[in-house]
């Protein structure tokens, strides 16, 4: 494991040391798609300095093509070596903040979002913003069709047929640095989860989009797929990206107090409301696709009703039950997000709603520990329990009529973003699916 870079000189100095010749500039699209450009490490130097410059009108929800010259620099602090790549002249990455021709930060780049949403953290006394993300996904034996691996359940050994392809991913996360906590195959035939230990958003935005590579190169290594499509098989549980999340200042928790019957802080109840109060307008980039909505539905564990709870795990947001000493572990989990996110505009999107609770003293309501799937729709009005957004076009609606979506993203960002998933929404509903034809055919 090499240890964590501080500055470009770090970097020259373990470039020389692991025989590196290329480094690969990574960065995002605004749905998330992972970017990337190879250079030689003579053109480091300049790169820091510089920057490499591209075309941005080649990337989804960047510039327009008579504003196209963008900036890539990296960032020697995400300096890693990729450990699939071979060992002689070997390859390393680092991913990049983009900026204007002019020196000024792009505000496309959903590096920048994240960064400006944890300046507003750091301006209302909070020092960290800790998230935990855990990441679901399917191996199949190509990208063409779901096809299984195994029939294997929940913390299944016998009929896991993945256990050496998740041993090796973590072999691989944790040479390049990335803590693993533990890993095991997840509900549904041919599913599995490595959950990563937490770390504060931004490297954690970084290590998601590193770890969603290194699942998919091992994957290949072993002549199988790995998917984070977030319903890619009817009939069984998708996958989700449950993201638990606390604020720190200092080293203290903001979120835990001793007095309380739940051991939350006001300022995590608060925090907790915010996300309640304004989970339908963010939920456009929690759940950005299509296929997302397929899994929000109730049955398969993935949550729909907007309510709190400490075990009930039917909830939106479950609160992890306190341990004596572990006053640091205390924090929220946010149940409904996907693996198919874009992690940079996910975690400022729940930050940034999580702040406005704070800021403008949101009472969260008492928690409901019963299971809201077999409440009638009479008993969760009863208890004021809403509803996510039950498609696309339905949270794109959402999205246009709240504030913080345009608040956190900036006035680039939501534009790009709205006008692409109305795009998709539109290619979506004017196709015929095979369902139709079996459903319809037959009898009209």
């Not at 690969?24 to 798609?33: C, E, P, S």
């Not at 256990?163 to 390049?176: F, G, P």
Request: hydrophobic share 40%; proline share 6%; charged share 25%.
């Amino acid at each position: 494991m090499l240890n964590k870079p501080r500055d470009k000189k770090d970097v020259m100095e373990l470039i020389k040391a692991h025989d590196v010749m290329f480094v690969k500039l990574w960065f995002t699209d605004v749905l998330g798609q992972l970017k990337s450009f190879t250079i030689h490490v003579d053109e480091l130097e300049v790169a820091f300095e510089e920057g490499m410059g591209f075309d941005g009108s080649s990337i989804q929800g960047f510039a327009r093509i008579d504003e196209s010259d963008m900036v890539a620099i990296p960032d020697p602090t995400t300096f890693i070596i990729l450990p699939w790549r071979p060992k002689e002249k070997t390859v390393a990455r680092m991913f990049c903040d983009i900026y204007e021709p002019t020196g000024s930060p792009y505000k496309g780049d959903p590096r920048y979002v994240l960064k400006k949403a944890l300046e507003k953290m750091q301006e209302m006394g909070f020092t960290n913003f800790f998230v935990g993300p855990e990441l679901e996904f399917f191996y199949f034996k190509s990208p063409n069709n779901p096809e299984i691996l195994d029939q294997g359940g929940y913390f299944d050994y016998s009929l896991d047929a993945a256990e050496d392809l998740r041993r090796d991913t973590i072999l691989a996360l944790e040479a390049m640095g990335i803590r693993v906590e533990y890993s095991h195959h997840e509900v549904a035939p041919s599913q599995h989860e490595i959950d990563l230990r937490y770390a504060n958003a931004l490297d954690m935005a970084d290590i998601v989009m590193t770890y969603k590579v290194t699942v998919k190169e091992i994957a290949q290594k072993y002549g199988v797929y790995a998917t984070f499509m977030p319903k890619p098989i009817f009939g069984v549980n998708g996958s989700g990206m449950h993201t638990h999340q606390s604020l720190f200042i200092g080293d203290k928790n903001a979120f835990f107090d001793p007095q309380d019957p739940y051991h939350l802080s006001d300022i995590a109840k608060q925090y907790t409301a915010g996300i309640l109060n304004h989970i339908r307008e963010i939920t456009l980039v929690l759940n950005q696709w299509v296929n997302s909505y397929k899994r929000l539905v109730p049955g398969y564990e993935a949550p729909v009703y907007i309510c709190w709870a400490r075990r009930n795990r039917s909830a939106l947001i479950r609160v992890p039950m306190y341990k004596p000493g572990k006053e640091k572990a205390t924090r929220i989990e946010l149940r409904s997000p996907d693996p198919g996110c874009n992690p940079y505009l996910a975690f400022a999107a729940m930050l940034w709603a999580g702040l406005k609770g704070i800021q403008n003293k949101y009472t969260l309501p008492e928690p409901v520990e019963l299971d809201v799937y077999h409440l009638t729709p009479e008993e969760r009005k009863k208890l004021g329990i809403k509803e996510l957004p039950g498609s696309l076009y339905e949270a794109i609606e959402e999205a246009e009529k709240g504030t913080v979506l345009r608040e956190v993203l900036g006035e680039h960002i939501y534009n790009q973003l709205i006008t692409n998933k109305k795009l998709e929404w539109d290619d979506y509903r004017i196709r015929v699916f095979e369902y139709e034809i079996e459903k319809y055919l037959p009898v009209l």
